[in-house]
């Protein structure tokens, strides 16, 4: 079985700093790994995706993701915060097995507060 | 249409009352997926269609759930007898390919009030 862990449900950063929201993953398989954002009254939307190519994912509005297997872990990252990222972002995780038809797991959800 | 809609957007039920819950994929996507969202939690799966053929049912809580894709479109998701406990985000996705790698492209969800 898969899951994933979001450390931290609510993150808040100052307008122009780091953002880090942190994933980690279990899986008995090698999994892929997206990162979805919802902003408020909207669908959720990807953000980035691994899927065994490159271990340093570049995705939508300058974030990006590192897949680290020895730690499990699917960190995103920003190196400068708008206001317009305030939203709530989900890790999610998805078995490549040929009958997994890309069914998704997803995390609990991190809200990102961005300050001015 | 250019993305994925449902309806209605917001469900206020009795309990015990049957709801339906409508989602138009995009035109010409192949997979669709329905998820349950919590307050305050991730979205669950609940089903997944290819074309009109219900593959996998795994996630529907209780036999009161029930969903459908007669002609491989439109698709919906019916809960006999709502319990409180049912009150979510219901979230509809779609996606053009059969594979894993493909992007999901959600719906903004019908939220379903139990009372």
């Known amino acids: 079985a898969q899951s994933v862990t979001q450390l931290g449900s609510h993150v808040s950063v100052s307008e122009g700093a780091l953002v880090l929201l942190r994933c980690n993953y279990s899986?008995?398989?090698?999994?892929?790994l997206f990162w979805y954002v919802q902003y408020p009254n909207q669908g959720l939307q990807l953000l980035l995706k691994?899927?065994?190519?490159?271990?340093l994912v570049k995705g939508i509005n300058g974030f990006e993701a590192e897949f680290k297997k020895s730690e499990t872990s699917f960190h995103l990252t920003k190196p400068s915060a708008h206001m317009s990222d305030a939203a709530e972002y989900f890790c999610?995780?998805?078995?490549?097995?040929?009958?997994?038809?890309?069914?998704?797991?997803f995390g609990q959800g991190t809200i990102l507060t961005v300050h001015p | 249409g250019a993305g994925v809609s449902q309806s209605p957007r917001y469900k206020v039920a009795k309990r015990g009352q049957d709801v339906a819950l409508r989602c138009d994929p995009i035109?010409?996507?192949?997979?669709l997926f329905w998820y349950q969202q919590a307050l305050g939690q991730g979205p669950e799966f609940l089903t997944y269609?290819?074309?009109?053929?219900?593959?996998?049912k795994s996630g529907l809580p209780s036999d009161r759930f029930f969903a459908e894709r007669p002609e491989g479109s439109v698709s919906t998701l019916k809960i006999q007898r709502t319990q409180q406990e049912d009150s979510a985000v219901y979230l509809c996705?779609?996606?053009?390919?059969?594979?894993?790698?493909?992007?999901?492209?959600f719906g903004e969800g019908s939220r379903l009030t139990v009372l």
């Open positions: 999610a995780v998805s078995d490549p097995g040929g009958t997994s038809y890309g069914k998704l797991t």
């Open positions: 899986s008995s398989v090698p999994p892929y």
């Open positions: 035109s010409g996507h192949v997979s």
């Open positions: 269609f290819q074309n009109e053929a219900q593959l996998d």
């Open positions: 691994y899927t065994s190519a490159a271990t």
């Open positions: 996705a779609s996606s053009r390919v059969r594979g894993n790698t493909g992007e999901l492209f």
